[in-house]
């Protein structure tokens, strides 16, 4: 006879595991366990709660959302702006760019308008003081450009006002006939006539400093010098000399070089046979080297029976040679 399982189950239940709780451990373990479950559920709930500082983060977004927004607006109004300096009088929003709330616009001539005008046209305080002062001292305004010259004034109240400036057009004299009678006045207008300064031909061995100072460009200083100098070597044979003059700048020499004369006939000569070696000495053209060879030279071989004798004196060259031989003499 077949038995099922079943029906093996049925007739022979499995006995009861007992595996060593009272009922009241296994209400306590129970009651632990659901507790623990409980504070599992809990502390992810409070973890999630925790973390809503996202809030703030939302926030956060919240306002760089609303900063792209103005930035995008104030982008959108620079736009604008640009648009309305060609387009003054087609911008009618409530906040007008160019019509602020004390600002009133009005046809004006800029070169007559009152401090309280340009205060009505929104110019600040300080730019008015810039206008007024610079209309104080002559400054005009020709055309509504000449407005961006005043310091202070901004592109905004340029823009603003610039459409509304009137300036009368001076009136051509020439090509339109008015008819109103010009006054004319008779008396001549008398103006101080130029005299262009002459200056004199000077004789530069007569001279004095009062003389060479009438000279364009020769102060007393140099007026001193240039006597000084001719003084020493006995006078000038030719007018470049005075270029010589120790301070007198070459371009003061070119100046007043036309006006110079010379006459050789006045200059005082030594006499090259007598003359002491301090006499020699002091000459500005032969010093003591030249002056001790000049007295070897004599000592030597007698008295100089001409000038050109002194191409002998090895110390004195052909330049030195043709400087000196104007101011040495031979008396037999």
């Known amino acids: 006879m077949y038995i099922s399982n079943a029906n093996l189950l049925t007739m022979n239940p499995p006995p009861k595991i007992n595996l060593g709780f009272s009922r009241k451990e296994i209400i306590g373990v129970t009651t632990l366990l659901s507790i623990i479950l409980l504070l599992y559920i809990g502390a992810h709930f ?9 809030n703030n983060t939302t926030a956060n977004n919240e306002w760089l959302l609303a900063a792209a927004t103005l930035q995008t607006q104030t ?4 736009s604008l702006t640009d648009y309305s300096k060609n387009n003054f009088f087609t911008q009618n929003t409530a906040k007008s760019y160019f019509t602020p709330p004390d600002r009133s616009l009005f046809y004006f001539n ?7 005008g340009w205060e009505k046209l929104g110019v600040k305080p300080k730019t008015i003081n810039t206008i007024i002062n610079y209309r104080n001292k002559g400054g005009k305004f020709r055309t509504a450009e000449d407005l961006k010259k005043i310091y202070g004034l901004s592109e905004t109240d340029y823009a603003a006002i610039a459409p509304y400036v009137q300036i009368a057009k001076q009136q051509d004299n020439t090509n339109t006939t008015s008819s109103i009678t010009p006054t004319y ?5 008398t103006y101080p006539t130029y005299t262009k300064k002459s200056y004199h031909n000077i004789d530069i061995n007569l001279s004095d400093t009062t003389t060479y100072i009438s000279l364009p460009g020769i102060g007393s200083a140099l007026a001193k010098r240039i006597v000084n100098f001719r003084d020493k070597l006995g006078g000038f044979y030719r007018v470049e000399q005075v270029g010589e003059t120790y301070g007198v700048p070459d371009s003061t020499f070119q100046k007043i070089k036309p006006y ?5 006939a006045a200059i005082k000569k030594l006499n090259i046979n007598s003359a002491t070696f301090e006499t020699l000495r002091d000459h500005p053209y032969i010093k003591s080297a ?3 060879s000049i007295i070897a030279y004599r000592q030597q071989h007698g008295l100089f029976k001409n000038i050109d004798e002194l191409k002998n004196i090895m110390s004195i060259d052909a330049n030195a040679f043709e400087k000196i031989k104007h101011y040495v003499v031979i008396n037999e």
Not at 110 to 116: K, Q, R, V
Not at 185 to 189: D, G, I, L, P, V
């Open 185 to 189: 006045n008779n008396e001549k207008t």
């Open 75 to 78: 982008a959108a109004e620079d």
């Open 260 to 264: 110079l004369q010379a006459n050789p």
């Open 46 to 54: 409070l973890r999630h709660y925790i973390k809503q500082p996202n």
């Open 290 to 292: 030249i002056a001790k």
């Open 110 to 116: 800029p070169n007559e308008l009152s401090a309280e």
